[in-house]
C-alpha cells in the first residue's frame, strides 16, 4: 500500500493532490518526517517492508513524466522496480545504501524551520521570517527547510528563488539523505 | 507561558527562563515530553533513563527542561521572544534505525484531522511517499 505524507502548511494546499486517491494522504506541518527519516528534499521515497524494515531507503522518485528533463528521473523505471518488490521482493542493486544521519546543524534547522511555523501562525509573521532565515543558513542545502518556506513567506516556489536554490544545490555537488542517482 | 513544540504535538505550560533554563513545574515535564521524573530517573512506563545529578536538574521546585531533554537526547532550540522551545527526536534513536534500516513510526492526521500511524498498516509492505505542494 502507499502512505502519502505531505510536508505541507494546511490541508487546502494538498487537498487537489488527494482527489480520487484512495490511499491515506497525511498532513506533516512540522516536517516530522524531514527528522525522523533525514529527508532533504521532496518527493522522496521509502519502500518498507512488511516487517518494518527498510527495504529500499530514501531515494527520490516522481510520479510523472513531467519533469525527465530537468530531473533526469525516469518514473517508469521505478514503477517496474517497485512492481518486481512487492510481486517478487526483487530490490535493486541501489538499495543497500545507507542514508547519512543528519548533522547537528540540520537537526537546529528543523528545529528552528518549526519555531518559524509556529510563529507564523500566530500571526507573528516578522519574527516567523527571522527563523525562517536562521533556519536556511543552519541547512542551506536542504529544500524541506528552504524551499519549504517560500510559500509561508510568499515567494514562489516555482519562481526565482527556487532556481537559485537550485543553482546553489548544484553546484555544491547535489547533496541529498538518499540513493544518489547513477 | 512557554508553547513547546514537539514532534509529537505542542503543549503549552507555564515556565520561567534563567540563564540557558527553562524552569517547568515537575509535573510539566512528562506533560511536555511524555517522560516523568522520579527518584530513579526519567521514566516512561517501566523504562528509565537514570538521572546521575538530580540536583543539576533541580531549580528550587522547578526542573530545567532543557537539561531533562539533553538527558534524554533530545535536542532543544529556544526563542526567547515569544518564549517557545522547539525539542527534536532522540538523536540516537534517529541514527538506529537510519544505519539498522528500521522504518520509524509516526502518528500525523489525514486532510480530515484523523490521525494515523505508519504502524498502524503494519504487515504489509508500504510505499512510503514523502511529498509537497510547493
Known amino acids: 500500500m502507499v502512505i502519502a505524507v505531505a510536508l505541507d502548511e494546511s490541508a487546502d494546499d494538498v487537498r487537489e493532490f488527494a482527489e480520487g486517491i484512495s490511499f491515506p494522504v497525511l498532513l506533516d506541518r512540522d516536517h516530522v518526517l524531514a527528522e525522523l527519516y533525514a529527508i532533504s528534499n521532496v518527493p522522496t ?38 512492481r518486481a518488490w512487492v510481486r517478487d521482493g526483487v ?18 534547522a528543523r528545529l528552528a524551520f518549526r519555531i518559524a511555523a509556529h510563529l507564523r501562525r500566530i500571526g507573528d509573521e516578522e519574527r516567523a521570517g527571522t527563523w525562517f532565515d536562521r533556519a536556511a543558513r543552519l541547512a542551506p542545502m536542504d529544500f524541506t527547510v528552504r524551499r519549504a518556506a517560500m510559500p509561508l513567506r510568499d515567494v514562489d516556489p516555482f519562481g526565482d528563488a527556487f532556481f537559485e536554490l537550485y543553482g546553489e544545490w548544484q553546484a555544491a555537488g547535489s547533496p541529498y539523505h538518499g540513493v544518489p542517482r547513477s | 507561558m512557554l508553547t513547546v513544540l514537539t514532534p509529537g504535538g505542542s503543549s ?16 510539566d515535564v512528562s506533560v511536555v515530553l511524555g517522560w516523568e521524573l522520579k527518584p530513579e530517573g526519567l521514566c516512561r512506563g517501566d523504562v528509565c533513563v537514570p538521572v546521575r545529578d538530580h540536583a543539576a536538574l533541580r531549580h528550587g521546585d522547578r526542573v530545567d527542561l532543557i537539561a531533562a531533554a539533553e538527558l534524554l537526547g533530545l535536542t532543544t532550540l529556544v526563542s526567547e521572544e515569544p518564549l517557545v522551545a522547539a525539542i527534536s527526536v532522540p538523536a540516537g534513536a534517529r ?6 534500516r528500521m522504518a520509524a513510526d509516526f502518528v500525523l492526521p489525514d486532510l480530515d484531522g484523523t490521525t494515523h500511524s505508519l504502524e498502524e498498516f503494519k504487515d504489509r509492505k508500504r510505499l512510503l511517499v514523502a511529498f509537497a505542494s510547493w
Open chain 1, 45 to 82: 521515497v521509502v519502500w518498507i517492508d512488511a516487517d518494518g524494515t527498510i527495504a529500499r531507503p530514501n531515494s527520490a522518485e516522481v510520479g510523472t513524466d513531467m519533469f525527465v528533463d530537468f530531473t533526469g528521473v525516469r518514473p517508469d523505471e521505478h514503477m517496474d522496480q517497485i
Open chain 1, 91 to 108: 530490490v535493486p542493486a541501489d538499495a543497500d545504501y545507507a542514508v547519512a544521519d543528519l548533522e547537528p546543524d540540520e537537526v537546529q
Open chain 2, 12 to 27: 503549552t505550560v507555564d515556565a520561567a527562563r534563567e540563564g540557558e533554563s527553562l524552569l517547568v513545574d515537575p509535573a
Open chain 2, 95 to 100: 541514527s538506529r534505525t537510519l544505519s539498522g
